[in-house]
């Protein structure tokens, strides 16, 4: 049977799985190579897709979806359950990741980046174009929000607040400084590393003040004295 799909045209071959149960389905796609998995996966309509891949193994579920153009994988993305999506988007490798939650409606990819382990989600939101990381970001529960700003590269991390709407970054902000004075001294030594004193400052002005004046003591005094003239 795996032979007969692999040589059959993906949209036929669509037709045919989009009409069998799940669990046969699953079976023929993990013994198909990838390329002819995914090539079939994409034509499939999006929900039925969602439920064949959430069956899968987290890891070859992954292997598929990395090869499945990324406007389709966003869609099947945003068909299946928030934990099961989570669970593959681990394993995706970051760069095909990055692409498919650019895709994704903003607030069904913040929920599933909320389930995703805090280093992979920092890799995910580094690897995006920074608008669209900015979008996520501001859909994130704050205190996963801030977990992911800390775990990413300072100057990366630096650059999706200040492209955030004032008001995310003041709340993630404040919620790494109340965890951490000392990750939010570093990210402020990131801020100005980056040349994103101006912007930045906008956020601290906006800040509690015990929370600004925490994270500019926690900073280098170059730092903090470049974010202060502002």
């Not at 499939?44 to 406007?71: F, G, Y």
């Not at 966003?74 to 895709?103: D, H, K, P, R, S």
């Not at 801020?191 to 400052?201: C, G, H, I, L, Y």
């Amino acid at each position: 049977a795996v032979d007969v799909f692999e040589e059959m045209e993906a949209e036929d071959a669509a037709e045919i799985f989009e009409q069998v149960d799940v669990e046969t389905a699953v079976e023929i796609i993990e013994e198909m190579n990838s390329t002819s998995a995914a090539a079939i996966v994409e034509e499939v309509e999006a929900e039925a897709a969602a439920e064949i891949i959430e069956e899968m193994n987290s890891t070859s579920a992954a292997t598929i979806v990395e090869e499945v153009e990324a406007e389709a994988a966003a869609e099947i993305f945003e068909e299946m359950n928030t934990t099961g999506a989570a669970a593959i988007m681990e394993e995706v490798v970051v760069e095909a990741a990055a692409e498919i939650v650019e895709q994704m409606n903003t607030t069904v990819a913040a929920t599933i980046i909320e389930e995703v382990v805090v280093e992979a989600a920092a890799d995910i939101i580094e690897e995006m174009n920074t608008s669209a990381a900015a979008d996520v970001i501001e859909e994130v529960v704050v205190e996963a929000a801030a977990e992911i700003i800390v775990e990413m590269e300072g100057e990366s991390a630096a650059d999706v607040l200040v492209e955030a709407n004032v008001t995310s970054a003041v709340e993630i902000v404040e919620v790494v400084v109340e965890a951490s004075e000392e990750d939010a001294g570093e990210l402020l030594d990131a801020v100005v590393t980056s040349n994103n004193t101006e912007s930045f400052a906008e956020i601290l002005n906006t800040m509690d003040e015990n929370s600004t004046a925490g994270a500019l003591l926690a900073s280098t005094p170059e730092s903090g004295g470049a974010l202060v003239e502002e």
